[in-house]
């Protein structure tokens, strides 16, 4: 595509700068110095500007997903009062590298999918990217090996020095449009544009870093290769866990919120903040089990992410190159290019596609991703001792409109949001039910909550069971502790009368610590008076005092009775819900059984915290679970060194 | 909902923490509106001994103390330590280098201190090596908005988040220059955050005073001090001054 | 008339730091009166010893968190002189703006939370909430959160301050924000004289007491002095060695104190706002003398209590004082520095500063960029022996009234002196054994 260029005179270029600053429709950054480095800042005047710079401390996406962003305002003294405010302030962004560009149009790819991100959308459209040709290269940076060291998309203007001037490549009609009506400008000659050539084509030279690997595809292969090579091991043990490396790291992009309450106990806002993927806490869920707790996992975690994660499911790898992870790294083991290179020594191919899942996914909600609807709790039933059932209806009375084994994020304000598999089968009922277990701040607080008092609701989210593939075969259902709660979703649903015929034997195994942990005893007393139904529950413990007719054992210990009941293995469809050390135990007593790896269905848990593939919790090597599951098949999944431990 | 009863307590300390809330200024307003302050030595003259919340100042020293934080600690249904007096001893356990007679010898001199409870002192303590701590607000002095932020969680009925990560975190998000860049030796890496990395974006090093998260490998501390060419002794007196004892380095 | 008072007031309030007051009355004759300080020593010296120059500032901001950036300044003060460091005339210009800052943070702090309850016959500030006071409480909540906004901006934190350094400060405000701080200065002059008048109208519930006494406070032929200075009293005239501190403050321990005492050409002395405003009254700025006119405070004033009102004074002081520093911060343009590197790595330096309750004195002496020794002279250890002094005059002339009358009597005077107790048995001086 043949784009058109100008010229602008140093002098004019100042006063075009100017013009832009004094026009208060919009606000003016560019790079300034700071002390010895450079950064993103608003400008007061034109000769603030240092176009000549190497790399800022930040990239500038934090004037698209800032540090601190507020995603709504709440009134907690009414009972369901929400206010989301987008930054609407035009904004010119003078300066930006071509890497940074490259990383933002990364980004968008994130960001403007499917789910889009109102926030992050609206600053993109209300923001003018000016971009600067590099003209000295940072020390660490090796943008060049990634051919991010210009670009030719994903800016309004480009600028590139030319000496005594700046050759301006327009690359959008705003562009164009800013330029006509604030600058005066000349038509680029032949040889000033054979100059920017020029400029493009020596600028490689001029790097002191260079990457061995710069295909994608080799590199994701070279990535899965090394999996378990030992040099994650040893360079993470020097690891700080600081998570510098992600904070500044222009194609990271993983969030947390949290909602903040003001001294009066009123009015309060929901943040996100920036996280890192190499704290610890990234992955903690509320009952505190910490899914990537060793420090070697998350810092290999992040080369992955680089290199083959985002690079399997968008094409591209998710490092531009430009440094600033090396710079900000104490220890100095964060360098992608020492990293990569390193691993380029030892060689090898792998599957690449092989901690990726390509999955179908249904999007029921439309608007604001992280809005919740009002909703009402319309029953309360305690079931046990911890556990507590919630119906709950939304205010527009319209159905849910959940499959089975999906999940809703349910916000308290104040406290917060948490992720809750819906325990009732689909229905054109507008009432639905969660069961929660006291664990943490939000499940303490809703614990406190009364018929009539008001909750948000987000979802149904995630990918649920797909039932079609369920037909015509026989079922065994697994569930270990609070794993019923999402199976009673699917068993209710294959129970219906509508549906029953489409299945064969439906067998129930169900194991509980505790007789007076077991969940959903009575449903589970309807369950076995249907036709061609059995369940089998189990304790782990019975203490003397306790009424229990099941057995007592793990749920391991229910598979022999399976096995002298000869069931049907290949035309059995096993679906696992339970605690994390669960599934390796039952997933082996299946295959004695004979169940195939592909009849196998499992639901997991991690840190579902967006629960629209953005905010990174929940990933378990190259997957969201929050997009991709929580429903999975065990055959696609086995593979992937973090779903089971 | 009825209001929860706070009571403050100061022991050794500077009691820049309690100054702390009095610089709320006209949030005190609010402040008092969801709790019913009983105590507040430092500004009010009455006091009960009726109290859901007892909020601890200072390092303990001596016996007399060591006593009353225990009455307190029956008293109170939640204790929080308030600032690193209280919540890892900070700079008090400086002296915990020498034994307290030493220490003694050197200050008073010779002058016959026996049978005076005012100066029998041991080892210096946080509060939570002689009483159960709820909840700590650390920090020298404390940041005004983690106070609000876990005044209004128990207010609440939450359990307060207190970062578990390092200063380095909302360090780079202030962007500022690393302080190792300009040669200084700056503990941020390795400090618990929930202060806005206020010393780094002053200009200063992270002297450590919210504690220490993570005790760094030898290797990755000698790469740190080659890197950057500092040296070892600094190092380690540097972390001693608010995490004496800690042996964040050998 | 023979009475028996028993009076132990036990941890006395609205104080920073812990003070008790015993008095024994046994037939109309006093038994027992002490003013007693049983607040935990923190050997601060020892903390000190081995440190590098560069810690000592941060170390000893923690010897109190009300006068922090006060025994900041002294401590720079110290080590500057022992190492021969000369800061630039635009960081001698800012410290000026963060001593006022901390002086109207504590003043106000004092007067308007902690003194000015006893004046309207309430238990803190917080009845006043909703009383037909609540909008000079609001107008009080207003200087003293501006009074902390300067600090913040000036020194990066109020308490334990952040920006200063050995050699100047890490980091300095921009014109800008000086310019918006004088600003809000000028508007804060006027709510500072309509809290005077309020004052004023219930001044005459502080006690009708007189006490000729010494004063002690720093005095400079240039201003009203708080950074820069000589030692001077009302008895004996000008001391113009610093060095020579300890002839003046002459320090000893008593066995009810964790504190120490002080003396010097009487058997007590006293330091503080009323001490400066005795010696130094003249060089007020003009709406600080209007306001010590409204309350007719003339120097030599001997009654302790007007310490209040001339905390008041001096608040109006430090506002008019930062709107002309910033002046010439700002006249110059602000000029971004790098703090000035030491000259020596051994030497001894005394740093002398007035901070608000009186004059603080560090000394160190420092071998090898290490300190070796280490002393300070705090205002409330010089205030001690002049507390129990004032109040052996004072129970006589009030043995008549109600025991609840004498006890709010004598804390109101303990109070007066607005004494920073914490601050007072942190710092006892001390030589170290050269190891």
């Not at chain 1, 429709?25 to 000769?47: M, P, W």
């Not at chain 1, 039933?381 to 999906?406: A, M, R």
């Not at chain 1, 809703?446 to 987000?458: E, F, H, M, N, Q």
């Not at chain 2, 020298?140 to 876990?150: A, Q, S, T």
Request: glycine content about 6%.
């Amino acid at each position: 595509m043949k784009q058109e260029i100008k010229t602008i005179s140093q002098n004019e270029m100042g006063i075009f700068v100017n013009k832009l600053i004094q026009n208060d429709h919009y606000e003016v950054v560019g790079v300034k110095s700071k002390g010895e480095r450079f950064v993103f800042d608003e400008l007061e005047d034109a000769n603030e500007l240092r176009l000549d710079y190497d790399v800022t401390i930040l990239p500038p996406k934090k004037y698209f997903l800032p540090q601190y962003e507020k995603l709504m305002d709440f009134d907690l003294k009414k009972n369901f009062d929400v206010k989301t405010k987008f930054d609407n302030k035009p904004r010119i962004i003078i300066g930006v590298h071509p890497y940074d560009i490259v990383a933002l149009t990364q980004t968008d790819r994130v960001y403007l999918d499917d789910q889009k991100d109102d926030f992050y959308k609206k600053r993109r459209e209300n923001t003018i990217i000016i971009g600067i040709d590099i003209q000295k290269v940072s020390e660490r940076s090796f943008s060049a090996s990634l051919g991010t060291h210009i670009t030719d998309t994903g800016f309004d203007l480009m600028l590139t020095n030319l000496g005594n001037k700046y050759a301006i490549t327009i690359g959008s009609q705003k562009g164009k449009l800013l330029l006509n009506q604030n600058a005066s400008t000349d038509e680029a000659t032949d040889d000033e544009i054979k100059k920017i050539a020029k400029i493009h084509i020596e600028l490689p030279s001029k790097y002191k870093k260079k990457l061995k690997v710069t295909d994608e595809n080799e590199l994701s292969s070279l990535l899965v290769a090394n999996y378990e090579n030992a040099l994650w091991e040893e360079r993470s043990d020097r690891c700080l866990e600081c998570s510098s490396c992600t904070m500044v790291c222009p194609t990271c992009y993983c969030y947390d919120v949290k909602d903040e309450v003001s001294l009066n106990l009123e009015d309060g806002t929901r943040l996100r903040t920036w996280d890192g993927c190499l704290l610890r806490d990234f992955t903690k869920v509320g009952s505190g089990e910490v899914f990537r707790d060793e420090i070697k996992d998350r810092y290999r975690h992040r080369f992955f992410r680089k290199g083959n994660y985002l690079t399997q499911r968008y094409g591209f790898i998710a490092c531009v190159g430009c440094g600033r992870c090396s710079t900000a790294c104490l220890p100095d083991i964060a360098d992608p290019c020492d990293v990569i290179n390193e691993l380029h020594s030892f060689g090898g191919k792998g599957n690449k596609d092989k901690f990726f899942l390509k999955q179908q996914i249904d999007f029921l909600e439309k608007g604001t991703i992280h809005v919740p609807r009002k909703a009402t709790i319309t029953r309360i039933e305690k079931l046990t001792d911890s556990e507590t059932l919630y119906e709950i209806e939304l205010d527009d009375k319209k159905p849910l409109g959940h499959k089975p084994g999906q999940f809703v994020e349910l916000s308290l304000f104040g406290i917060g949001e948490a992720p809750f598999g819906i325990s009732t089968g689909p229905s054109q009922n507008s009432k639905f039910e969660l069961v929660v277990r006291k664990v943490g701040n939000l499940t303490s607080k809703l614990a406190t909550l009364k018929v009539g008092d008001s909750v948000g609701i987000r979802g149904p989210l995630g990918n649920g069971f797909d039932v079609k593939s369920l037909e015509g075969k026989h079922l065994l259902f697994v569930s270990g502790g609070t794993g019923i709660i999402p199976m009673r979703s699917l068993i209710e649903y294959c129970l219906d009368k509508k549906n029953r015929d489409k299945f064969k034997y439906i067998k129930i195994l169900y194991g509980a610590k505790r007789p007076c942990e077991v969940l959903f005893q009575k449903e589970i007393n309807e369950w076995e008076k249907c036709l061609d139904v059995s369940c089998r529950l189990t304790v782990d413990t019975c203490s003397g005092g306790e009424c229990w007719v099941g057995s007592v054992g793990l749920i391991t210990t229910l598979f022999p009775k399976l096995k002298v009941e000869r069931i049907d293995p290949k035309n059995t469809i096993a679906i696992v819900i339970g605690p994390p050390v669960m599934y390796k135990f039952v997933i082996k007593c299946l295959q004695t059984l004979g169940v195939p790896e592909k009849n196998i269905l499992v639901s997991l848990e991690r840190r579902m915290k967006c629960g629209v593939g953005k905010c990174g919790h929940c990933q378990i090597n190259g997957i969201y679970v929050c997009r991709e599951g929580p429903v999975f098949n065990y055959a696609d999944i086995k593979g992937l060194p973090e779903a089971f431990e | 909902m009825k209001k929860p009863r706070v009571a403050f307590f100061d022991f050794a300390s500077c009691e820049g923490c309690q100054l702390q809330i009095a610089d709320l200024e006209e949030e005190i307003l609010d402040l008092i509106n969801i709790v019913d302050v009983v105590s507040f030595r430092e500004v009010m003259k009455e006091h009960s001994d009726d109290y859901d919340i007892a909020i601890i100042e200072g390092s303990i020293m001596r016996p007399i103390d060591e006593g009353r934080l225990k009455e307190i600690r029956e008293n109170a249904k939640i204790l929080v330590a308030l600032g690193a007096c209280a919540t890892i001893g900070g700079i008090n356990k400086i002296r915990n280098q020498w034994t307290p007679s030493e220490v003694k010898k050197e200050v008073y001199g010779n002058y016959n201190l026996k049978g005076n409870d005012f100066f029998d002192v041991f080892q210096t303590k946080a509060v939570d090596e002689v009483v159960k701590v709820d909840y700590n607000i650390h920090g020298c002095p404390i940041n005004r908005d983690e106070f609000k932020k876990v005044i209004t969680s128990i207010a609440m009925g939450k359990n307060p988040e207190i970062p578990n990560y390092p200063v380095c975190v909302e360090c780079k998000k202030n962007e500022n220059i690393c302080l190792f860049e300009l040669g200084k030796f700056c503990l941020g890496p390795i400090t618990r955050a929930g202060c806005n990395s206020i010393c780094p974006t002053n200009g200063s090093p992270c002297d450590g005073c919210r504690g220490i998260l993570k005790k760094p490998e030898v290797e990755c501390i000698n790469d740190i001090l080659e890197r950057y060419n500092l040296d070892y002794e600094e190092m380690k007196r540097r972390c001693n001054i608010y995490n004496y004892g800690k042996e964040v380095c050998k | 008339m023979s009475k028996n008072i028993s009076v132990s007031l036990h941890h006395i309030t609205r104080v920073e730091g812990h003070g008790n007051i015993v008095l024994d009355v046994k037939n109309g004759t006093i038994e027992k009166l002490q003013w007693q300080v049983p607040e935990a020593p923190r050997f601060f010296e020892a903390m000190l010893k081995g440190r590098d120059y560069n810690e000592l500032r941060p170390i000893t901001s923690r010897i109190c968190g009300i006068c922090s950036i006060g025994h900041s300044l002294a401590s720079l003060k110290a080590t500057e002189d022992a190492l021969n460091v000369e800061i630039s005339k635009q960081s001698a210009l800012f410290r000026r703006l963060a001593i006022n800052g901390e002086n109207m943070q504590s003043h106000i702090l004092h007067v308007g939370y902690l003194a000015a309850p006893d004046l309207f016959g309430v238990g803190s500030v917080f009845p006043l909430v909703g009383s037909k006071h609540q909008d000079t409480l609001l107008k009080i909540v207003k200087l003293h959160r501006l009074s902390n906004e300067m600090s913040d901006l000036i020194c990066g934190r109020t308490t334990h301050p952040i920006r200063l350094v050995v050699g100047g400060f890490s980091l300095l405000p921009t014109k800008k924000q000086l310019i918006k701080l004088k600003e809000d200065l000028h508007l804060a002059i006027k709510t500072s004289q309509d809290v005077a008048n309020v004052v004023s109208t219930v001044a005459n519930n502080f006690p009708n007491f007189s006490r000729e006494t010494e004063y002690i406070a720093l005095k400079s032929d240039d201003e009203y002095a708080f950074y820069d200075g000589k030692i001077a009293s009302t008895d004996t005239g000008i001391h113009s060695d610093p060095k020579k501190y300890e002839s003046v403050m002459q320090e000893y321990v008593v066995p009810q104190s964790t504190a120490k005492y002080a003396k010097h050409n009487r058997e007590s002395y006293m330091v503080g706002a009323l001490a400066r405003f005795n010696l130094n009254s003249s060089q007020l700025h003009p709406i600080a003398k209007q306001v010590a006119k409204m309350f007719n405070l003339k120097s030599i004033n001997f009654n302790p209590f007007m310490n209040n009102v001339a905390q008041l004074v001096e608040f109006v002081h430090n506002i008019e004082d930062s709107i002309l520093l910033i002046d010439k911060l700002t006249n110059n343009g602000v000029k971004p520095e790098r703090p000035v590197k030491a000259k020596k790595t051994s030497g001894r330096g005394v740093g002398i500063v007035e901070v608000p309750r009186g004059i603080l004195v560090h000394d160190y002496s420092i071998k090898n960029q290490k300190c070796v020794e280490a002393n300070c002279v705090i205002p409330t250890n010089q205030n001690h022996a002049n507390i129990q002094k004032d109040m052996e005059k004072l129970v006589p002339q009030i043995m008549d009234k109600p025991q609840k009358e004498i006890e709010l009597n004598l804390e109101m005077l303990v109070r007066a002196y607005d004494p920073c107790i914490s601050c007072s048995t942190h710092y006892l001086d001390v030589k170290f054994v050269d190891s």
